[in-house]
């Protein structure tokens, strides 16, 4: 309890958590207790890329938001040195145990971290960015714009940048709690969904070069798939 200046004394005032950040331990429990969560095999977006990223010579990679690790071998299996960066420990720790049964270690590095922060990575240390649904995770508009910038910083010039995003067409959409700015959550988790007005303004220092829609597992969800590069 606080005193006020006329000897009564206040309430300290009640500051309700930001659902945003309870994100963390949801995606911790989900991954500790389900293995290979959105499967085994690559995403469809992460073969897409790989053969854009063949054809314009990248060789290094930033993984965004590698979950379990399903498209981070599949990059390093390619021939790609990644880099996972993600704030869920128990991913990471279940990317770098596949990688070394699979003999990917050496071509794979984990890195815990919140991409809400700036990006603990020097300047034009890669060649692409991937990111497969990362960008429709807990994130606000700024803060996706803060991240936008913060990845093409990391990139070498003529960089490529892929990612993917729930669409406003999917059909989770509008359903659940509602957080404001275009996020709903449902089952525990929070999605920023995104219409093409959102994409343009990511796209701030970069020529998009494709904006592709996908469906993906069994609702399905509808997914942008977004290809750019660095000015």
């Not at 990471?92 to 990688?99: E, F, M």
């Not at 590095?109 to 700036?118: F, I, M, S």
């Not at 649904?133 to 508009?141: D, G, Q, V, Y």
Request: glycine residues 8%.
């Amino acid at each position: 309890m606080i005193p006020d200046m006329s000897g009564r004394r206040a309430r300290r005032p009640v500051v309700e958590p930001n659902p945003l950040d309870g994100q963390h331990a949801q995606w911790v429990r989900t991954y500790a207790t389900r293995r290979d969560f959105l499967g085994a095999a690559a995403s469809e977006p992460a073969r897409r890329a790989a053969e854009r990223f063949q054809t314009e010579g990248a060789r290094e990679l930033l993984e965004l938001g590698p979950g379990q690790g399903r498209d981070s071998l599949f990059f390093a299996a390619a021939g790609l040195t990644v880099t996972a960066i993600d704030f869920a420990e128990d991913g990471l720790d279940q990317i770098a145990h596949k990688a070394e049964r699979a003999g990917l270690n050496q071509a794979i590095t984990t890195v815990q971290h919140d991409v809400r922060r700036p990006l603990p990575l020097p300047n034009a240390s890669f060649d692409a960015c991937f990111a497969h649904l990362l960008f429709s995770m807990a994130l606000t508009t700024e803060e996706l714009e803060r991240l936008s910038a913060d990845v093409l910083r990391v990139l070498r010039p003529d960089g490529l940048v892929v990612y993917t995003a729930r669409s406003t067409a999917d059909p989770h959409y509008g359903a659940g709690i509602a957080h404001g700015d275009g996020m709903f959550e449902t089952d525990g988790f929070i999605v920023h969904f995104f219409d093409r007005a959102l994409i343009d303004r990511l796209a701030t220092g970069s020529e998009l070069l494709e904006v592709a829609e996908y469906e993906e597992g069994k609702l399905p969800r509808r997914l942008f798939g977004v290809t750019m590069h660095k000015r």
